[in-house]
């Protein structure tokens, strides 16, 4: 397979998931701020810091309420990581290489993108913004089933795959950490109705809730943690990710179990097998969030190792004939 056409199969996959998991997010927050008692910067910065694009928040709006932030997570074209820019970057990368993905593929990729166009020109309240983001989740999650269900299970579809869950996994760590220092508007609320709202919130915007409390009937930090990062089963769960992430590595590769042929192997398989035997209880001793801040460090660096290993040839002058690549720092 051409480098370029795998490339851009494993950013229709990244971008994809990242417009879900910031649909995702808002939707919960919307909801979190008729629960919780506190001023509205307070509740809405932890967003801007989940998407790693505060600096640029900063400029563009400056406080961070809660329309300002709605805004740049859905629609500002000038935030690469908001819904319309991730769905513009989609259907570019799609259109580069319409040849390779399944007429099905397309036509969802041109419906979520003119359901974004559209729905950037008109203004909506708190109902219409959260029917909005269902849209976003379910138009994600169906070309994701419709991806699977038409798309031959070959290196195409494992670079689908290994975009997906890697940008999943980075995703839900970042959601953890920024829970975890963030969200509070006051310390006060630990331990309280307000800190199982909060950690309930945390599952919602993961849509982990109910499996969790299929398996754990109490909502603890521990618990959580550990559904959440350890959890092999779980789709969500960054261990499961990992998992996922590595069957298709060696999938495209052909490398057996146990060995590696190239850095991106080597460090996903360290990562996955230290997440294989870590328990919760030395995660919540060494510091919750140096794991989590650790974790996307080594999540990132395996991405620019994919990006190296498969991706990297460019043209000389440096243009990407139109496939905007990054991840979200």
């Not at 919960?28 to 810091?49: C, K, R, Y």
């Not at 020109?121 to 959260?130: G, W």
């Not at 521990?222 to 559904?227: E, K, P, Q, W």
Request: hydrophobic fraction near 40%; include cysteine; charge should be negative.
């Amino acid at each position: 397979m051409l480098s370029r056409v795998a490339d851009s199969l494993y950013w229709i996959s990244r971008y994809m998931e990242r417009a879900e998991n910031v649909a995702r997010f808002v939707d919960v927050n919307i909801h979190m701020s008729l629960d919780i008692p506190g001023d509205s910067g307070a509740q809405w910065q932890p967003l801007v810091a989940a998407s790693g694009d505060r600096e640029i928040f900063e400029a563009l709006y400056g406080d961070a309420t809660q329309d300002n932030v709605i805004r740049f997570l859905t629609f500002d074209g000038e935030n690469p990581n908001s819904i319309l820019s991730c769905v513009r970057t989609v259907r570019e990368n799609a259109r580069w290489i319409r040849q390779f993905i399944t007429l099905e593929m397309w036509e969802r990729i041109n419906e979520f993108y003119l359901m974004m166009e559209q729905a950037a020109m008109e203004k909506m309240d708190r109902h219409a913004a959260h029917d909005f983001l269902e849209d976003v989740m379910m138009a994600s999650q169906l070309f994701s089933g419709i991806t699977d269900a038409t798309m031959s299970h070959g290196e195409g579809w494992h670079f689908c795959r290994l975009g997906r869950m890697l940008e999943r996994a980075d995703k839900t760590s970042r959601i953890l950490d920024v829970k975890y220092f963030h969200l509070f508007p006051s310390p006060d609320f630990v331990q309280t109705p307000f800190d199982d709202i909060l950690w309930a919130a945390v599952l919602r915007s993961i849509s982990a809730l109910e499996m969790y409390r299929k398996q754990h009937h109490q909502i603890t930090p521990a618990s959580v943690l550990d559904f959440l990062i350890l959890d092999r089963e779980f789709p969500r769960a960054i261990h499961h990710c990992a998992i996922v992430t590595e069957e298709s590595l060696r999938a495209i590769s052909g490398t057996p179990g146990a060995t590696f042929q190239n850095r991106a192997e080597r460090l996903l398989g360290k990562l996955r097998s230290e997440l294989d035997y870590t328990q919760v209880e030395e995660i919540i001793e060494g510091g919750v969030h140096e794991f989590l801040d650790g974790m996307q460090g080594r999540l990132n660096a395996v991405g620019a190792a994919v990006q190296e290993t498969y991706f990297a040839l460019r043209p000389v002058d440096g243009t990407s004939g139109g496939r905007e690549q990054g991840t979200a720092e």
